[in-house]
């Protein structure tokens, strides 16, 4: 409009319709503030403003006598106004949201004609629609429009088998692209999406990035359903360390996310299955039946398994100490880390203790992470620092001296059921979960058979040792301990264990596993029970043998399981035996000459390939045998308790 002819009252600015320009009106009084005259057009797009000193670049419209300021896109004057802000028009009916615009995204169609913008707002912050109008102007109504995927040109002109990113938001988008993707969202946030922009992705492999909230999650789990069947694949990745409350690809890029690492989570992560077709926790049995299981993992040989909990019990004077630290140092010469809270000796009696037993200082420090005389509050805090101690050491083995030390630092009662759950709930589950293995020593008021305090203890660990004398040790002379089964939850470990410890004359002290307590290995480098497993599986000749048939055969030696899976375990590390489509074969075995062992023998499908390669510390050299007689009585005084 370029006269006053036909200008409404109410297309005029007034203390409730301010001009958007200069904020003025024509009922302003002097001394007031600024004064302006002008008005709004009929269809909202300009403002006249008389006021010259906004006008920058504008030239005085003579019928209007005001300086025509555009309110879309960029104005003449030099600045962006923002659609119709501060103004109302039409009878008082706003057809422009409020707000200051700052970016607009275009959507066009495939043949790349524009659609509609999203408008992006400031002050205050807001995201609209609009569509043009054929008339060079803006309609802010979208009844009747097709919506289609942002940036639809791009993802048409793109290579079918490379990932699409499904992004939450256009600014996202642009991040993508930015990465080197074909990204891509939908117009309205989160709660617009429609399943026809499935079809879009037909063909496809898709990644959905979304916000980290709520609506993120409910939005990437809408777009996964409706794309899953339709793209060739789909992931829904969640973005590592951006803020909760709706971070974004935007603040994963500023805080140096990269194209590689993307790509690095992207391959990392699993497809996306709808909830009726992910797994469910059951398990299948047949294989397991026919194949065999896998043995626990070892993490100290007869002693202490791998992400399992453990404790040791004893009367004073035992050994349960030096019995730890031996175990430690076991842990430590495989190069894994070991974490020691300690309650009971200090540093001076640990120091002297590893020195005495061989320690050496030059990496002790590197590996082992000894807390002495420190807290552990079982509290909710307590549990986020414990649990990120694990994290950062990520330690094989966590030992707490002791149970009942750190039960009643927290006023915790160690005949309470309750207590110790609380207890094991702070500290054991979080290890074990993380597969960290943990060891608890505990007392018993003088040699008995039983762990002191409630029975609660046992059902938090899944092993429980009994640790006795078996002939008494000093400084000065070496005597010997047993450890003595109570639980094995695996049923994997030996009914006992007998170690010698005593001075050895030199001023240091020994600790090692007695002989005949494990098999030793003779000359071909192979123990009795490897070499019996060696000799079964030979009789299978070139067409080898399943994990079951070569169980049974090595059963018929008189091995036992647990001996037969370590003895397979090694005979693989020393390329004795090789693996080949299910079956086990001797390297360099020929046709098979042997007896009815396994004449019947089931055909079946492939074997379980045996425990993860353990790289075990040298076993310490033995010390002389001892009188096993009194290990037998020991066993025979426990045979009522055992589990």
């Given at each position: 409009m370029s006269s006053t002819a036909g200008v409404r009252p109410e297309q005029r600015f007034t203390a409730e319709r301010?001009?958007?320009?200069?904020?003025?009106?024509?009922?302003?009084?002097?001394?007031e503030g600024v004064r302006c005259y002008g008005f709004l057009s009929d269809d909202g797009e300009w403002a006249h403003c008389t006021r010259e000193e906004h006008a920058g670049g504008l030239e005085r419209n003579a019928g209007s006598d005001a300086y025509p300021h555009k309110l879309t896109g960029d104005c003449k004057c030099g600045a962006r106004h923002g659609l119709a802000s501060g103004a109302e028009r039409n009878g008082g009916q706003r057809k422009g949201p409020r707000g200051r615009i700052v970016e607009t995204y275009d959507y066009h169609d495939e043949g790349g004609e524009l659609l509609y913008q999203t408008v992006r707002l400031e002050e205050p912050k807001d995201f609209r629609q609009r569509r043009p109008n054929g008339r060079g102007g803006w309609e802010w109504k979208m009844e009747g429009v097709?919506?289609?995927?942002?940036?639809l040109p791009e993802l048409l002109a793109a290579d079918r088998g490379d990932a699409v990113l499904w992004c939450e938001g256009e600014k996202d988008a642009g991040a993508g692209a930015e990465l080197g993707y074909t990204a891509t969202t939908n117009a309205g946030g989160v709660k617009s999406w429609r399943a026809e922009y499935a079809e879009h992705l037909r063909g496809r492999p898709v990644v959905v990035i979304p916000h980290n909230d709520k609506d993120g999650s409910e939005y990437a789990e809408k777009v996964a359903r409706d794309c899953y069947g339709k793209a060739t694949s789909?992931?829904?990745?969640?973005?590592?360390?951006?803020?909760?409350?709706?971070?974004?690809?935007?603040?994963?890029?500023?805080?140096?996310?990269?194209?590689?690492?993307?790509?690095?989570?992207?391959?990392?992560h699993p497809e996306w299955r709808p909830p009726e077709e992910r797994d469910d926790g059951r398990v299948l049995l047949a294989k397991a039946i026919r194949d065999g299981v896998d043995p626990p993992a070892v993490l100290v040989p007869d002693v202490l398994?791998?992400?399992?909990?453990?404790?040791?019990?004893?009367?004073?004077?035992?050994?349960?100490?030096?019995?730890?630290?031996?175990?430690?140092?076991?842990?430590?010469?495989?190069?894994?880390?070991?974490?020691?809270?300690?309650?009971?000796?200090?540093?001076?009696?640990v120091a002297e203790r590893l020195r005495a037993m061989g320690a050496k200082a030059d990496r002790i420090d590197d590996l082992l992470h000894f807390y002495p005389h420190t807290s552990l509050p079982a509290t909710e805090e307590g549990r986020a620092m414990f649990e990120a101690k694990l994290d950062r050491i990520k330690p094989a083995l966590v030992c707490f001296d002791s149970w009942i030390g750190f039960l009643a630092s927290n006023g915790l009662d160690e005949n309470s059921a309750n207590d110790v759950a609380t207890f094991a709930s702070f500290f054991i589950h979080p290890a074990r979960k993380r597969d960290v293995a943990t060891l608890m020593l505990d007392h018993v008021p003088h040699e008995g058979n039983h762990a002191r305090g409630s029975t609660r203890k046992k059902d938090e660990v899944d092993v429980m040792w009994a640790l006795s004398r078996l002939r008494a040790f000093d400084r000065e002379q070496v005597g010997s301990v047993a450890l003595t089964r109570k639980k094995d939850r695996e049923g994997w470990l030996p009914q006992a264990v007998t170690f010698s410890v005593g001075g050895d004359g030199r001023g240091g002290i020994l600790f090692q596993r007695s002989a005949g307590t494990f098999e030793a290995a003779g000359d071909d480098g192979l123990t009795p029970s490897e070499r019996k497993c060696l000799d079964a599986l030979k009789t299978f000749g070139e067409i080898g043998a399943t994990a079951t048939e070569w169980e049974k055969a090595a059963e018929t030696l008189e091995v036992s399981r647990r001996s037969f899976y370590n003895a397979r375990g090694v005979l693989m590390q020393k390329n004795a035996v090789m693996q080949e489509k299910g079956r086990y074969k001797v390297v360099g075995a020929t046709k098979c000459n042997s007896s009815a062992m396994h004449q019947n023998a089931p055909a079946d499908s492939a074997g379980a390939i045996g425990a993860a390669a353990y790289k075990a510390a040298p076993i310490a050299p033995t010390a002389p045998e001892e009188n096993l007689d009194d290990l037998a009585d020991l066993l025979a005084a426990d045979e009522e308790e055992g589990e």
């Open positions: 301010p001009c958007p320009i200069c904020g003025g009106h024509d009922r302003k009084r002097r001394g097709r919506r289609v995927p942002y940036r789909v992931k829904v990745v969640e973005l590592p360390g951006v803020p909760e409350g709706g971070g974004d690809l935007v603040d994963w890029t500023d805080a140096g996310g990269t194209a590689g690492d993307l790509r690095r989570l992207v391959d990392e398994l791998e992400g399992k909990a453990h404790a040791i019990y004893s009367g004073p004077g035992i050994g349960k100490t030096f019995l730890m630290l031996w175990l430690i140092l076991q842990v430590l010469a495989r190069g894994a880390p070991v974490i020691l809270y300690d309650l009971e000796n200090g540093l001076r009696t």
